[in-house]
């Protein structure tokens, strides 16, 4: 089984893309291939834009990522309550190649921030938006607090109770 797995930040130390690649070490007999954003960075989408240049190369490529996937592991980064602005600019580019953004592949959906509430709002905006683009959701975790429930040193969480629920999840699927 082959998982694409990635953060939806594009910091260099995205805790998101921290969460997900953790997550998609936890899968047993998969190869795992961890995006990064800055990898798919394009102008800002406009209409005019697309009208001027086409489909952008690095949406095509983002697109043909999923594709190469059996499940995908996505956390998401919540800024203002809502998606990246990296993210949703490559989210909006993909979209108008297909509407099927994320292709019918089964995922696990993922957040976590410094706070409490550990990206809930934006986990609770990806839950009902994402299944109209495409994506299976078969799951999602909200890790909260990160710095006080993932040890960067070993990338894990040390919470053991989360820990353990995010390992149940994944069981699970």
């Known amino acids: 089984m082959k998982i694409i797995a990635f953060g939806g930040s594009p910091s260099k130390n995205s ?3 921290k969460l997900a690649t953790y997550a998609a070490s936890l899968f047993t007999n998969a190869e795992v291939e961890i995006l990064d954003l800055n ?3 394009m102008p800002l989408f406009t209409v005019d834009l697309e009208a ?3 489909q952008h190369e690095l949406a095509k490529a ?3 990522k999923i594709e190469s996937a059996d499940f995908l592991v996505v956390s998401l980064a919540e800024n203002n309550g809502n998606y990246s602005a990296a993210f ?3 989210f909006d580019w993909c979209s108008r190649i297909t509407p099927k953004v994320f292709q019918e592949k089964p995922m696990l959906l993922l957040a976590t921030s410094p706070g409490a509430r550990g990206g809930a709002s934006v986990l609770e905006i990806a839950k009902t ?3 109209r683009y495409g994506a299976d959701i078969k799951a999602t975790f909200s890790l909260p607090n990160f710095n006080a429930n993932f040890d960067i040193e070993k990338l894990e ?3 053991s109770e ?3 629920q995010l390992k149940e999840i994944i069981k699970d699927l």
């Open 88 to 90: 949703k600019n490559i």
């Open 15 to 17: 805790i998101n893309k």
């Open 129 to 131: 938006a994402f299944p």
């Open 39 to 41: 990898n798919f960075q």
């Open 62 to 64: 983002f697109l043909a």
């Open 52 to 54: 001027e240049i086409g």
């Open 162 to 164: 989360l820990d353990n």
């Open 157 to 159: 969480i040390s919470n």
